[in-house]
Every structure is written in structure tokens, then in C-alpha cells.
């Protein structure tokens, strides 16, 4: 007999990660699981997966808990399919990362709503199914950030999941006189995909604060499992109003060594040129931008024209360097400030080897998108081409990390004018929704390259495949190559930097712009 055996407990948001696991638990357990997530085919696919090991589960997809109807609604028709609710496990949330300083009022209400309205409202609908059946337990998901804050800039989030703690609480104190008991389950950093790739790279900060930690490792999904079985079973029937924390003690090492030191991270990267360019100012469609030109320093042009657009720590002496490096191969390169809007290129630069810079880099990197991208780059591409400097063909254009997807839509949006597109370790470039990147090769006449990591959260190996697929239905000429033992940022010195990669890079680089 299973330690669930049948209880009807419903479980939110179970495409994939704990809300998977704890279906596939929960019903091994021999409860029947109803499930509800924004994402229909993944949350099909747990409840088949489920069905396939002879459970029961019945999947309502999709269902946007934020809104007070369609939560209702699933509460209420799980209730009466089978007949009343034993369990709810409260394990859907988003949040959006942001500083308090640079957040919006839109990203910090949609983060409450999306950590805090959706359970209250889940809540407050099962709350007299529980009553009837004379008690059950809830469970809430929080988060060791509630109570520990982040290096990252998660305000909001802190606050939401410091929310879903306290409603823990009153949930408890309410519920005691009916036999219903609520707990929450707070987390560390519990593996999926994308932590999974970031995890490879010793140079990445997550690496450090799990090397740093106790037991040296992320959780899995399944460990939360097991600890909300436990309270969605008998055998926790004196257990109410608690926080309990599952991080493999996380909370207490971050910033501590435990005999597993990272290993040594940084090559010497390759000496590149100092150099300053020409700064130009570039009417576009929104305003003025800058860029900056650097042409061969020992011969006599035209060149053909190469617009770079950096990675994610916008322009800076680095990308200078780059920019010149490629110059004295024999190009004239422009290399426009992306963030334009947001003002001139910070000095010093902020560094996504910092938490806390890194997030607020990413604060930044949401004001761009593909429609910022489309309006600027005529105005870019029309400034270089209009230099004497610059040979009369096709120009190219070179895309790094988050600069991969414009370096496209560049292509995309100007197809008689962009011959090349070079992008290295792009990410994003494979996105589910129209607006992906790999959807608009149709629209191109360049020919592509794609230098790639081997280890990238952001471009997995499934994207490559799709990557390719791509490019070889639109008839695109193309090269993709991986490259062995790099990992996201690998090309750029003050990233994840590969000297050997780098070099690599270089040489491909030169020779397809040739
Ligand atoms: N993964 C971690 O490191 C970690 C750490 C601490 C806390 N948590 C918390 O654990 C829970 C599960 O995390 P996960 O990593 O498995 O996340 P996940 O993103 O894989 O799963 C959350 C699911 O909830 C669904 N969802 C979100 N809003 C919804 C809505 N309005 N209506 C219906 N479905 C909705 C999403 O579609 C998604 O499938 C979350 O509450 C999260 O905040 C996670």
C-alpha cells in the first residue's frame, strides 16, 4: 500500500522540474494526481509519463492560474471528477530578476502575481473541499532566497517567496480547527536544464556557490519530491505551519570552501592591439548612437565593411581591442553601441562574473529586442557603407552570445545589404514562438557561420540540430561548427574565456569575412 494511497491531490505547474517529479512521486505513492500548467504539451507529456508506470493522473492544460476564474474553474473540476481534495501542492511560480532601482512597476507586480495571487487564489478555491473531506495538507513552495537574499538582484522575487512563507502561516492557524495542515517547502537551487549547462562551466557562479556548498552538489527535483510526499502523507500529521528548507545546505556555505575549490579558471588570454577608434555619432530611428570605427593600421583601404555587435557588457576597451584585432586583418568594422538608449557605454564596464552586475546586465540586455534591433541597423549599416573607407560590397556582421539573434535579424531585415553573418557562441538562437531567430534565416541572402560551445545553457545541442535544419531548409549556405571543450562566452577574454577557442575563432572568423 503506498504511502498516498487515495488521496486526491492536485499539483500546479507540472510541465517539467519539481511539479514533473512530484507527479510521477505522488502517484507511485498511489495517489490520483490532477496537474494544471500554462504549458499544455509538457504537462501532457507528465501525465502520460505517469499513466506509462500505471498511475493516475488527469492533466488540465492550459490553465493560467493568475487568473482568478481559470484557477477557480480547475479546483472546482478537479474537485468534482473525483470527488473532493485531500492534498494541494502549491508548486507554480515566475518571477523576473531585476534591481530595485531599475525594476518596473509591471515586473514587480507580475512577480507577486505570479508568486503570491496564483496560490492564494488555487488556495482559497480548495480551501472547502479540504473542510468537507474533514482536513488535508497544503503545500507551498518558497524558496531559500526568502529568507537568505541572492548576489543576484531578485527583490521581488525574495519578496514573494517571503510571502508564500508567512501565508504558510495564517494558512496553519486558519486551517488547525478543520484538520487541515499547510507547510512550505523552501528550496535551494534545484536542477534544470539551463542549470544543468551552467553547472559544466567552472567559470560560471553558479559552479561556486554549489562547489561551495556542503554536499558540493544541486538538488533534483526528486529530493523536493520526496520531502513533499512526506508532507502530503499520514506519517506528517503533527506537522503544520512549518518552513522546512531542502538545499543540501546551501543557505549555510555559500562563500565557504568544503575541500572542493574550483578548479583554476582563467587562461592567459592573448595579447590584442590597444586602440580607441574613431567615435562617430549615428543618427538612427529612436535618437543618436555611437559607434566606433578602426580600420587597418598599416594599409591603405577600401576594406570590405564589418559591423560588430558585443556581447552583453556592451561596448568596452576589450571589444575595442577585438574590433582593431580585426581591422589589421584587413576590414574596415564598426562597432555601435547597442545600449545605446540606455545611455553611453558604461566605464567601467559591469562584468557578468558578478552576480549582482550580471544581473543588472540582464536588466539591460530586455530593453533590446528584435524590433529595437530591426530599427537601428539600417541607420548602423547605412553609416558604414556610406565611408569612404569601405569597399562597395555586401557588408557582414558579427554577432557574440546575446548578439547572436540581431546579427540575424540584421540579415533578416536588410538581405540586399548583409552578405556574411559570423556568430560565435549565440545564444538564443533556437526559441520557441515566431519571433525565433532561426525562423528568419527564409528572409536572408547572406551565407552563415556559427562557431558554438560545446557546453551552453543557451544553445544546446538540440539547438544546433534545429539551428541547422534551418539554415539548409532555407537554402542558406552555412557552416556550424562546435568547438571542443569551450563552454558559453569562450571566444572573449573577460568571459569563459578558451585561449585555444579564441584563437580558433579568430582564424574561422578571418578566413569566412575573407
Ligand atoms: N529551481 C530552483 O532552483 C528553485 C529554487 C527555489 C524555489 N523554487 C520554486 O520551486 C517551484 C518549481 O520550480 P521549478 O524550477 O520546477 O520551475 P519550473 O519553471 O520548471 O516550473 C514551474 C511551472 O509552473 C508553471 N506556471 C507558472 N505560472 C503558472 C500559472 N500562472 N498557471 C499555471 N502554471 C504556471 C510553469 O509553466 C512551469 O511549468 C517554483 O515555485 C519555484 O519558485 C525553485
Known sequence: MGRLEG?????????????RAAALAF?????KVVGCDLKAEAAQETAEMVRGEGGEMTSIAPVDLSD?????????????????????YN????????TLAGMSTDAWHYTLKYELDILFFVTRAAWPHLVKRGGGSIINTGSIIAGRGSDMPMAAHGAGKAGVIGLTKHMALEGGNSGIRANCISPGLICNEMFEQLLKDPNDNL???????????????????GLAVFLASDESSYITGTNIVIDGGQTLGIGMSFGQEPAPLFAQPVDLPEAEGEKLTIETLDGESEAWLFTPREEKGPWPGVMIYTDIMGVRPLFKSMAQRLADAGFA?????????????????????NSGEFGELLGMAGTLSKDTIVRDSGAWLAALAAR??????????????????????????????????????????????????????????????????????FMTGDHIATLKES???????????????????????????SREGSEKHWEAMIDFLS
Open 7 to 19: 488521496k486526491i491531490a492536485l499539483i500546479t505547474g507540472i510541465s517539467g522540474g519539481q511539479g
Open 27 to 31: 502517484a507511485r505513492e498511489g495517489a
Open 68 to 88: 482568478e476564474q481559470e484557477a477557480t474553474r480547475w479546483v472546482e473540476d478537479a474537485a468534482a471528477v473525483y470527488g473532493g481534495i485531500d492534498v494541494l
Open 91 to 98: 508548486n507554480a511560480a515566475l518571477a523576473r530578476i531585476g
Open 207 to 225: 559552479y561556486k556557490q554549489i562547489r561551495t556548498s556542503p554536499l558540493g552538489r544541486i538538488g533534483q527535483p526528486e529530493d523536493v519530491a
Open 333 to 353: 568594422v564598426l562597432l555601435p553601441n547597442l545600449f545605446y538608449r540606455l545611455g553611453p557605454p558604461l566605464d567601467p564596464p559591469l562584468s557578468v562574473k
Open 388 to 457: 569612404p573607407e569601405v569597399k562597395a560590397d555586401p557588408l557582414s556582421c558579427v554577432g557574440y552570445c546575446m548578439s547572436g539573434p540581431m546579427a540575424i535579424w540584421t540579415a533578416a531585415a536588410h538581405p540586399g545589404k548583409v552578405g556574411a553573418v559570423a556568430v560565435f557562441h549565440g545564444g538564443h538562437m533556437v526559441m520557441k514562438g515566431d519571433d525565433s531567430p532561426h525562423l528568419a534565416f527564409k528572409d536572408c541572402a547572406a551565407r552563415f557561420y556559427f562557431g558554438c560551445a560545446e557546453t551552453d545553457a
Open 471 to 497: 539554415l539548409e531548409q532555407a537554402g542558406r549556405p552555412h557552416e556550424v561548427e562546435v568547438y571542443p571543450g569551450t563552454y558559453h562566452g569562450f571566444a572573449i577574454a573577460d568571459a569563459s574565456y
